[in-house]
């Protein structure tokens, strides 16, 4: 059983720059939006098809995120603008009528979530996304719509998540609740409910906390 933890903030808060200190060796990031990275990226390469050598593969079909994440030899999995996936398939669907759309997001959703969790003990999946926020205040990630939200509930399929939050110009993760948010990770795995903004101390609190060892 991998060890899955979904990172949520709303953009420009430190999502894709949490990855700057993780060894791009050991790394596969899949991205659902083209777009460059926000640090400087030696050792990251993406590659122009999935024959090619590298660590960045960008794509927004679900099915391909899916085989990707089982088949990477990878140590660590990143899934960054998760919620573009679902947006683009609303988006490439809207003219179907109906709920059956829904439906199929909601499911390619749920298999990616399980998957992400469901691979090899040593393996690490995070996944980025946006956050929306409801009528009363709460906070929670971005899907598409109360169809998908009342038959997934994200948050759920995760032992871990955090927030990005920017604070007087510095940039954290917030690893428990602040009543209104879905943050959440075990008791003793973090420090502070304040991190630095860095996936790299988050992979090393994990591997240390599940006492992880790499396979060679």
Known sequence: MSIATLILGSSGSGKSTSLRNLDPSKTLLIQCIKKPLPFRAAGWKTRKDLKDEGNVIRTDNPAMIEKIMRASPHEIVVIDDYQAVMVNELMGRSTETGFTKFSDIGKNAWNIFTAAGGLAEHRRVYILAHTQTDDFGNVRMKTVGKMVDQTLVPEGYF??????????????????TNGQDCCKSPIGMFADRHIDNDLSIVDQAITSFYELEAVA
């Open 159 to 176: 032992t871990i998540v955090l927030r990005t939050d920017v604070r007087d110009g510095q940039y954290y993760f917030s690893t428990q």
